[in-house]
């Protein structure tokens, strides 16, 4: 089992800046694929970011378009802990974001059907 739990959620300006932060459970492995997804009310769980393993010491990162040049995602396997660096926040990104992981690494890091284990989720906020 492996646990995530998520902080760093809050109320920002239009334009502001928030980090959220991924604590997993000393289970978690490095290879999993770890990925941040958001759902707004009323809408579909979307993803946001992933970082995936793709041999040895290498890692991918990858991004929704929406978000494309305004968040990073970083990982930090010494601490099991990933980062989602959120800049130039829109109302738009105004949502619940979930922290998940995956035993797998594959094509399919953007889906949240392949995604094992979440976290609580924490709220984000951009207001104008």
């Known amino acids: 089992q492996v646990q995530l739990v998520e902080s760093g959620g809050g109320l920002v300006q239009t334009g502001g800046s928030l980090r959220l932060s991924c604590a997993a459970s000393?289970?978690?492995?490095?290879?999993?694929?770890m990925g941040w997804f958001r759902q707004a009310p009323g809408k579909e769980r979307e993803f946001v970011a992933a970082?995936?393993?793709?041999?040895?010491?290498?890692?991918?990162?990858y991004y929704a378009d929406s978000v494309k040049g305004r968040f990073t995602m970083s990982r930090d396997n010494a601490k099991n802990t990933v980062l989602l660096q959120m800049n130039s926040l829109k109302p738009e990104d105004t949502a619940v974001y979930y922290c998940?992981?995956?035993?797998?690494?594959?094509?399919?890091?953007?889906?949240?059907?392949?995604?094992?284990?979440w976290g609580q989720g924490t709220q984000v906020t951009a207001s104008s």
């Open positions: 998940a992981a995956d035993a797998y690494s594959s094509s399919y890091y953007y889906r949240a059907d392949r995604y094992h284990y």
């Open positions: 000393a289970r978690t492995v490095n290879t999993y694929t």
């Open positions: 970082i995936r393993w793709s041999g040895g010491s290498t890692y991918y990162t």
